[in-house]
C-alpha cells in the first residue's frame, strides 16, 4: 500500500512537471484575440494590442502582421478587438492589466474617449504607444507610431489638382471621416492645405458644404472650423453613410454641379461607396475621386477606373515600427522617434512612416512587385 502510494504521488509530480513544460509555448485563442509569442511565464503577456474593429480589411490585416512579428520573439502579445464601443475598448485595456502586459499599443475607437482607459494603463506602469490614431486630451500616452496624416490629405487633394483639368467652376465634392477620429481632421486639414487655393480663385465651387464654401478663403483652418465642416461632410467611415450621403447631395444637385466634378472621399471604404452613386447619376459624366488604406477591393476598382487613386500606407511598415518600439521598451532602450505631435495635453514623441500614392499606371509596381498583393488577386492587370 504504501509503495503504491509513492507510485501514485511520483506520478502527479511527472504530470506536474510535464504541464509547466507546456506551458512555456504560446500560441492560443483568447475569446476575441489571440496571444502569440515564444515565452508567455505564469500566463503573462509582454504587449497587449487593442484594435477598433475587426469589420474593417485594414485592422484585420494589421491583425495578422502584428501576431507575425513577434512570433519568433521571446515576447508575447494578445490582440482584442472594441467592435467601435468606447465601453469595450477600455473593458479590453482592463483585461489586458490583469495578464500583466508592460506595454500597450492601442488604435482608439474615439480619441478623447480612449484617454480613461490609457491612463488606468498609466497608472500601472505600463508604457502606452498610441497607434494609428491619436489619443487626445490626455497626458496617458508615452509614443505614437502613424502615418503622417497631413500628407495623406495633402497627397488627396493635389491628386484632385492634378487630375481635374483646365477649366474653372469645376464641382467639388467634400467627404470626411469620423470627428471623433483625430485623424479625421488632420487628412482633411492636409486636403485643404493644397485645394484651398484653387477653392479661392474659383477652379473648384464646393458643391455640397455651406460651412466650406463660407471658409473658402481662410487658407488656415481652426480645429473649431474644421469640426463645422466635417459635422456638415462626415461618413462615420462608414460606407452606408457614405452612400447615403452622396445620393443626398447629388438629389439636391443643381445641373451646374454635376458633368466633370472631383471629389474628395476619406478612405477606400467610403469612396467606392460615393463611386458607386456618381457613376449610377447620368448627369454624371466624368468623377475624379480619392481613397486611402489601398484596400483590395479599392484597388480592383482603380484597375477597373472605378476609383481613381488610393493612398498606400504600408501596414507592414506601421506593425514594424510599433512592434519595434514595443521591443525596445521592454529590452529598456529609448525608442527613436521622428517628431511630436500635440493630442491637447502634451507633445508626444512620434515615429512617422511614409505615404505612397498608387493608381492604374502603379498598382504593378508598389503592390504586387513588393509582395504586399498576389498579381493572381486581381483581374485586368
Keep these: 500500500m504504501r509503495n503504491f502510494k509513492l507510485f501514485s504521488a511520483l506520478l502527479v509530480a511527472m504530470l506536474m512537471v510535464f504541464l509547466v513544460g507546456c506551458s512555456n509555448d504560446v500560441s492560443t485563442n ?18 497587449g494590442i487593442v484594435l477598433p474593429t475587426k469589420d474593417e480589411p485594414r485592422w484585420v490585416q494589421d491583425e495578422t502582421r502584428f501576431h507575425d512579428a513577434l512570433k519568433d520573439s521571446e515576447y508575447t502579445t494578445e490582440i482584442l478587438f472594441s467592435q467601435g464601443s468606447s465601453a469595450k475598448e477600455k473593458e479590453n485595456v482592463e483585461t489586458l492589466l490583469n495578464k500583466g502586459i508592460d506595454v500597450l499599443i492601442i488604435a482608439p475607437h474615439d480619441g478623447p474617449a480612449a484617454g480613461a482607459a490609457v491612463e488606468a494603463a498609466k497608472k500601472d506602469g505600463v508604457t502606452v504607444i498610441a497607434y494609428d490614431r491619436l489619443i487626445t486630451d490626455t497626458k496617458g500616452i508615452d509614443y505614437y507610431v502613424t502615418f503622417d496624416s497631413v500628407a495623406v490629405g495633402e497627397a488627396q487633394g493635389q491628386y484632385l489638382i492634378d487630375h481635374a483639368g483646365e477649366e474653372k467652376g469645376i464641382p467639388l465634392y467634400l467627404y470626411a471621416g469620423a470627428a471623433s477620429d483625430n485623424n479625421a481632421f488632420l487628412f482633411f486639414e492636409g486636403a485643404w492645405n493644397v485645394l484651398q487655393p484653387k477653392i479661392a480663385d474659383g477652379t473648384f465651387v464646393i458643391a455640397n ?10 487658407a488656415e483652418l481652426t480645429r473649431d472650423e474644421l469640426g463645422k465642416i466635417l459635422g456638415q461632410v462626415t461618413t462615420n467611415w462608414d460606407a452606408n453613410e457614405a452612400k447615403n450621403k452622396a445620393q443626398t447631395h447629388l438629389t439636391a444637385a443643381k445641373a451646374d454641379f454635376k458633368g466633370e466634378v472631383v471629389v474628395l472621399a476619406p478612405n477606400d471604404g467610403t469612396s467606392r461607396a460615393i463611386a458607386d452613386v456618381f457613376a449610377s447619376d447620368p448627369d454624371v459624366s466624368k468623377y475624379v475621386i480619392t481613397g486611402q488604406d489601398a484596400e483590395k477591393a479599392s484597388i480592383q476598382y482603380i484597375i477597373d477606373g472605378k476609383q481613381s487613386m488610393t493612398v498606400f500606407k504600408d501596414v507592414r511598415t506601421l506593425v514594424a515600427d510599433a512592434m519595434g518600439m514595443a521591443v525596445d521598451i521592454l529590452d529598456g532602450k529609448t525608442p527613436e522617434t521622428t517628431g511630436s505631435y500635440d493630442n491637447g495635453s502634451i507633445e508626444v514623441p512620434a515615429k512617422q512612416t511614409d505615404v505612397i500614392v498608387i493608381e492604374q499606371k502603379n498598382v504593378k509596381s508598389e503592390l504586387i512587385d513588393s509582395g504586399y498583393y498576389e498579381e493572381s488577386e486581381f483581374t485586368g492587370l
Design 30 to 47: 483568447s475569446g476575441d484575440g489571440k496571444t502569440s509569442g515564444k515565452k508567455a511565464k505564469g500566463g503573462k503577456i509582454n504587449v
Design 209 to 218: 458644404s455651406s460651412t466650406a464654401e463660407a471658409l473658402k478663403d481662410k
